[in-house]
């Protein structure tokens, strides 16, 4: 196997009024999406694209003001989208009330566009070196993590 | 990089001119033996997207050219916050089921462990790869994984190729594997649909996405518990898989290469 295999190319980090930004249009590209999707009239869809892009702002921000718990950003976002909707605070009812009805199906084709469109020639590159050995074990690797914790959920559920 | 080159024109009104083409053409259902599969629009626009890329369909007819690329991969992180915010929303009021869940959620990071099972003995045997193997197999390969290899081996070493081949991998037909996984295993009623929601939290947030999506449309009476569990499942992963892969994984890997494998065998053999 070629040794020429190059390190990943780390994405730039990118400046925080930047990462709104295009969080900004990327909610802006969501809105015909739930159009199609859902049933919701477009103060709705606003509205609750709106209350998710502000829980994004709200975990980037801390991601960025909590470095040394080397959580991704992701993570934080998730971790803040749990807050504002745990039943009982004074908060998750309207939080609830805005989001609840956006269809989550339609939030994804945005992602995977992009993520097609940002394969790098690198990685073509390595792809083709590795060639057809990697993507066999590569596949295998994805089947066996999938149902390895298919197995090992579905054994717990029926335990507990 | 420049705000600028991030918002180029040509970029996002492509991603957009495809989100709405996706999102147009809508689920469809292929019935295949027993089951089926479903293609999501998320599939839709991963496809389309790749037909505009110059890396895949070459420099003449690639609408998009290496600037556009550099800038859609910022563009993929940002992307998928309001997915990922939708998804905390949705584990918050399910916190409940979750809990209840809260075993089978945190051993299920153990199927990790699975990928030994499942690819190791074929690279190693049917294969013939060498110290490759050792990156490829002991993790499914996202960011995590990368900096373990690089922080113990060097990504440019024989475990650093391994790891780097499985990562593009995952990367190119990982969302595909995964919703294909889902929906084939739902339509075919022999596991808890909460299983296999749990399962998709194993990998990438995109991979995710795909594989929750293609289960709550192959089971939507249940869409939202489901959903909440994929969701809890992709967050521990950040919080223990890269401890299960570090410490229980590699480890086991290792010793089965050097006290199984064909070349580190023969290596012996020589001394």
């Known amino acids: 196997m070629s040794q020429q295999v190059a390190v990943a190319e780390p994405t730039e980090a990118l400046k925080l009024s930047h990462e709104v930004t295009l969080l900004a249009l990327v909610t802006i590209m969501c809105i015909p999406l739930q159009l199609m999707a859902t049933d919701l009239g477009i103060g709705q869809i606003i509205g609750g694209l709106t209350v998710l892009a502000g829980i994004g702002v709200a975990g980037v921000v801390i991601a960025r003001l909590l470095p040394m718990l080397k959580l991704p950003s992701v993570a934080w976002v998730s971790i803040v989208g749990i807050a504002a909707t745990i039943p009982g605070t004074p908060w998750a009812g309207a939080v609830l009330r805005w989001v609840e009805n956006i269809d989550f199906l339609a939030l994804t084709p945005p992602c995977l566009a992009y993520a097609a469109m940002a394969i790098t020639a690198r990685e073509i590159s390595i792809a083709r070196t590795s060639g057809w050995k990697i993507l066999i074990v590569g596949v295998l690797v994805l089947l066996g993590t999938y149902i390895g914790s298919v197995l090992i959920a579905e054994l717990m559920l029926g335990v507990s | 990089m420049r705000l600028q080159e991030l918002l180029s024109p040509r970029l996002h009104a492509a991603a957009l001119i495809i989100v709405v083409l996706a999102q147009l053409i809508g689920i469809v259902d292929i019935p295949v033996g027993l089951g089926s599969i479903l293609l999501l629009p998320l599939l839709f ?161 995109s991979m995710m996405a795909a594989c929750s999506g293609a289960l709550a449309a192959a089971v939507p009476a249940q869409a939202d518990t489901l959903i909440a569990l994929a969701g809890a499942s992709n967050l521990l992963t950040y919080a223990t898989g890269m401890y299960a892969s570090l410490f229980i994984a590699l480890p086991l890997v290792e010793w089965i290469y050097r006290r199984f494998s064909p070349e580190a065998r023969r290596g012996k053999a020589m001394t």
């Open chain 2, 45 to 205: 626009a991963f496809a389309f997207g790749l037909l505009t890329n110059s890396n895949i369909v070459g420099r003449t007819v690639g609408l998009l050219k290496t600037r556009h690329i550099t800038a859609a991969s910022s563009c993929v992180v940002v992307a998928i916050i309001p997915f990922i915010a939708k998804f905390g929303t949705t584990v918050g009021p399910a916190l409940g089921d979750i809990i209840a869940a809260g075993p089978a959620l945190l051993l299920q990071e153990l199927g990790n462990l699975f990928t030994i099972v499942f690819a190791l003995p074929v690279a190693l045997w049917v294969l013939k790869m060498g110290r490759e193997s050792v990156g490829a197999t002991f993790s499914v390969a996202r960011e995590p994984s990368l900096a373990i290899v690089a922080d113990r081996y060097g990504l440019k070493s024989p475990e650093g190729a391994g790891v780097m081949g499985v990562y593009v991998v995952g990367t190119l037909v990982g969302t595909i594997v995964f919703s294909v996984l889902a929906s084939g295993l739902a339509s075919t009623d022999v596991f808890d649909p909460r299983a296999l929601a749990m399962a998709c939290g194993v990998g990438s947030g």
